[in-house]
């Protein structure tokens, strides 16, 4: 909640919110903004966004991996053969395969995003990190998987420790 309540500060101020608000009054600023949410809600949006908030993770060859395009074992292994064959560990593997760029990688087609500080940023990849962390827990339970925020980077990363 931490994170929604950031981003709508943020967005509060904005001009195009401003504008919408003047032409739709409402009870407190927190109500207007929600019903602004709502008339500008998009299914694309929704759809980019559960993989980013609920992503799938598959186990192959001893890596946990964030799987966005559902490959199959033999893709996995045709896909990891160019890590392998310059010897990276697989804790090298899961950290490039498992990262994200919050801001970098997810939201350049925003063109506030630039204008967004960390003051939004950070709240929302602790958000993330929080969800990465009870998804992999539901789906590999018993496995120690590590995931942390990056905040200079700001960058989610999620690693196994230890193995199985």
């Known amino acids: 909640m931490e994170a929604r309540k950031a981003f709508a500060h943020f967005f509060m101020q904005q001009p195009e919110f401003q504008t919408w608000k003047a032409a739709n009054p409402h009870q407190g600023d927190w109500g207007v903004y929600e019903a602004y949410e709502h008339i500008n809600a998009r299914m694309s949006t929704m759809m980019y966004a559960l993989d980013l908030l609920w992503p799938n993770f598959v186990e192959h060859d001893d890596l946990l991996l964030r799987d966005t395009s559902s ?8 896909f990891l053969q160019q890590f392998r064959a310059l010897n990276w560990t697989n804790a090298q593997i ?3 395969i498992n990262h994200v760029h919050l801001s970098q990688d997810t939201f350049t087609a925003d063109p506030d ?5 960390n003051a939004v940023w950070l709240p929302l990849a602790h958000t993330i990190a929080d969800i990465w962390r009870c998804r992999l827990k539901e789906l590999f339970l018993g496995r120690h998987v590590v995931v942390r925020v990056d905040e200079e980077e700001l960058t989610i990363y999620a690693q196994t420790v230890g193995g199985k």
């Not at 490959?71 to 045709?78: H, L, Y």
């Not at 995003?113 to 500080?117: P, V």
């Open 71 to 78: 490959r199959s074992p033999e893709e996995w292994n045709t």
């Open 94 to 96: 899961e950290y490039v």
């Open 113 to 117: 995003w630039t204008k967004i500080d």
